[in-house]
């Protein structure tokens, strides 16, 4: 059974960074992974990908200032946010499935039963930025 749990997040100033990390379980090194983030009313947002091979993916609204990384030693993915804006305050959640094929199409709005129902989800956490 494969599982997801975010950690990190919490309240940081405009400007300034932080990084969040999600442990996972019972999956295979060939899993393509990714971040998305969510605001009340707003779709599901993928914002960043990352496939086995550690090739990676970012939307436009966050290139140059995240980074995505795995450590698949540790079944752990990671996730640095640097010049952090309000506009990124949202809950972020970590996501996985089987195969690296098309993994940069992480990064797209998934509002759809499909798209949701394509990956597995860890619960998220919550990113408030404050200027």
């Known amino acids: 059974q494969v599982q997801l749990q975010e950690f990190g997040g919490g309240s940081v100033q405009a400007g300034g960074s932080t990084r969040l990390s999600c442990a996972t379980s019972?999956?295979?090194?060939?899993?393509?992974m990714g971040w998305f983030r969510q605001v009340p009313g707003k779709d599901r947002e993928g914002i960043a990908s990352?496939?086995?091979?550690?090739?990676?993916n970012y939307a436009a609204s966050v290139k140059g200032r995240f980074t995505i990384s795995r450590d698949n030693a540790k079944n752990t993915l990671f996730l640095q946010m640097d010049a952090l804006r309000p506009d990124d305050t949202a809950e972020y959640l970590c996501?996985?499935?089987?195969?690296?094929?098309?993994?940069?199409?992480?990064?797209?709005?998934?509002?759809?039963?499909?798209?949701?129902?394509?990956?597995?989800w860890g619960h998220g956490t919550q990113v408030t930025v404050s200027s």
């Open positions: 996501a996985a499935r089987g195969g690296s094929a098309g993994c940069a199409g992480i990064v797209r709005r998934c509002s759809d039963a499909y798209c949701l129902g394509s990956y597995y």
């Open positions: 019972g999956m295979h090194s060939d899993y393509c």
């Open positions: 990352i496939d086995s091979g550690g090739n990676t």
